[in-house]
């Protein structure tokens, strides 16, 4: 497993004004010459010197539908890796997807590799005397009376290669967005005593599994870096991988409270990475796109305290001036890697387009992008929440 980067706790730009206001001027150039050969997807945790030159703003699902549906030949994609990678499996040979960095990896990704996901898939089909989905001629089936199978569920946070072997097993990537529909959707392919295998973010499932009705002792966790409990193991309806957001781990019970104490009626909504607790102490918990519905229904001069990235916190409280919308996190730390993405790295790409030079593209093998397309469009084909 790799070393995990820490949050940083600063959003202020480290350009002067000047230098800002001319590397904006950059990118709105170099944009207005690509027209529509070019579109730039921007995920809601970019900082809004990114976001102003989107085409289109979402959390990964959204992005992941947008770049499918793009007929633009160079998709800019203004989010971390694994977003660029499924958005170069979900969009056709002819086009191109770049990043401003490629250093803009995610830390909860990284806690889930193949060679981990492999050792833990072949203990669990034998130890608990599981069937793969792959050996059925349509894995796609609802499992029939009798049988057991073990199904597998990426997160979207995960990379191309793991998102392959999910597809290979007749699994489904799945998002915040709609991670009760796939839950449902692994179960019946699963069958009654069949298992979901579920990974990296043990928090995603565990908080959707427990709002679907089942209980802590339905679940059990995988941790790769040490020994299986097979009692609870075998018992289990979920295997749920031992990984987590660094930055929604941050958000607490105690900031709830304190919330409450200055504004007794104060409203809280937190992401379904944060810890069970946490979404346990709000009064709502849901994706990016769930949390933007949220602020928007919440009635006018409603204190919000929100359980995610600053970004995203910041950009909605400047977006309805009648409501106050707070970071429950008084460090205020934004995603690290989501950071990464810089103006000045964006000007750089689209001038380098311009140019007729592509850096930065991402590129998945054929060999992995036809197993794990077949993950990514179940997942589409999923409603979302």
Same mark, same amino acid.
């Given at each position: ?30 944009? #207005? ?35 499918? *549906? ?26 191109? !997807? ?11 990704? *990284?806690?889930?590799?193949?060679? =981990? ?22 894995? =796609? ?19 191309? *290669? ?39 973010? #043990? ?11 089942? #209980? ?43 919330? /409450?104490?200055?504004?007794? @009626?104060?409203? !809280? ?22 949390? /933007? ?25 400047? #977006?309805?001036? @009648? ?63």
């Amino acid at each position: 497993m790799q070393s995990l980067p820490l949050a940083i706790c600063s959003i202020n730009d480290d350009e002067s004004d000047a230098d800002s206001e001319l590397t904006r001027q950059r990118i709105l150039s170099a944009k #207005q010459q690509l027209g529509n050969k070019v579109m730039i997807l921007g995920h809601h945790y970019q900082r809004d010197s990114i976001v102003e030159h989107a085409d289109e703003t979402g959390d990964s699902f959204l992005l992941a539908r947008k770049a499918a *549906d793009s007929k633009a030949e160079y998709i800019v994609f203004c989010g971390v890796h694994f977003m660029a990678e499924s958005a170069d499996i979900l969009t056709s040979n002819k086009q191109k !997807v770049v990043m401003p960095n490629v250093r803009a990896g995610c830390s909860m990704a *990284d806690m889930a590799d193949l060679p =981990d996901v492999e050792a833990c898939w072949n203990e669990l089909l034998n130890e608990c005397q599981l069937d793969d989905p792959a050996t059925r001629e349509n894995p =796609d089936s609802p499992a029939g009376k009798g049988e057991a199978f073990l199904v597998p569920v990426t997160y979207m946070n995960s990379s191309a *290669d793991l998102k392959a072997f999910v597809g290979y097993h007749g699994g489904v990537v799945c998002t915040s967005s709609n991670a009760a529909g796939v839950l449902e959707w692994a179960l019946e392919r699963a069958g009654e005593n069949g298992k979901v295998l579920f990974f990296p973010d #043990q928090h995603l499932g565990r908080n959707t599994a427990l709002a679907m009705g089942y #209980q802590e002792e339905d679940m059990a966790v995988w941790n790769p870096m040490s020994q299986p409990d097979w009692n609870d193991l075998n018992t289990s309806k979920f295997v749920l991988w031992h990984g987590y957001c660094s930055v929604h781990q941050r958000f607490t019970v105690e900031q709830i409270d304190n919330l /409450r104490k200055e504004n007794p @009626d104060a409203l !809280v909504i937190a992401h379904p990475e944060c810890e069970r607790a946490v979404v346990d102490a709000a009064d709502a918990s849901g994706s990016t796109e769930m949390i /933007r519905r949220f602020v928007a229904d919440a009635p006018s001069g409603a204190v919000i305290g929100v359980g995610t990235e600053i970004h995203l916190v910041k950009r909605l409280d400047a #977006q309805y001036p @009648d409501k106050t919308v707070v970071c429950l996190d008084p460090g205020v730390c934004p995603c690290s890697t989501m950071y990464m993405i810089h103006p000045a790295f964006l000007a750089d790409v689209l001038e380098s387009l311009v140019a007729g030079k592509v850096i930065n593209q991402i590129t998945v093998s054929e060999q992995i992008a036809d197993d794990a397309i077949l993950a990514l469009n179940r997942m589409l084909s999923i409603p979302i929440e």
